[in-house]
């Protein structure tokens, strides 16, 4: 039951930044979503939406090698 919440709380932010590499692309072939009233503002969300997703994954996966001595290091937990 752990491992499906553990893949539940990793889907979530992986589809927040798909959405916004879907923003960022629409924003490039100049598709506006309705409620987004300029392009600019849509990319900037879409940014937003895939950083945020694209760290949270990154440093989901970071805690959990670190927390297995699987780091170089200088990252290791001193």
Same mark, same amino acid.
Request: glycine share 6%; aromatic share 22%.
């Given at each position: 039951m752990s491992r499906i919440i553990a893949l539940l709380i990793m889907v979530i932010p992986a589809a927040l930044a798909v959405y916004g590499i879907k923003l960022m692309r629409d924003m490039t072939f100049g598709f506006l979503h309705y409620p987004i009233p300029y392009l600019w503002l849509q990319f900037l969300i879409g940014l937003i939406l895939f950083l945020g997703g694209l760290?949270?994954?990154?440093?989901?996966?970071?805690? $959990?090698?670190?927390? $297995?001595?699987?780091?170089?290091k200088r990252f290791s937990k001193k």
């Open positions: 760290s949270f994954v990154a440093g989901f996966i970071f805690y $959990r090698d670190r927390k $297995r001595n699987k780091v170089q």
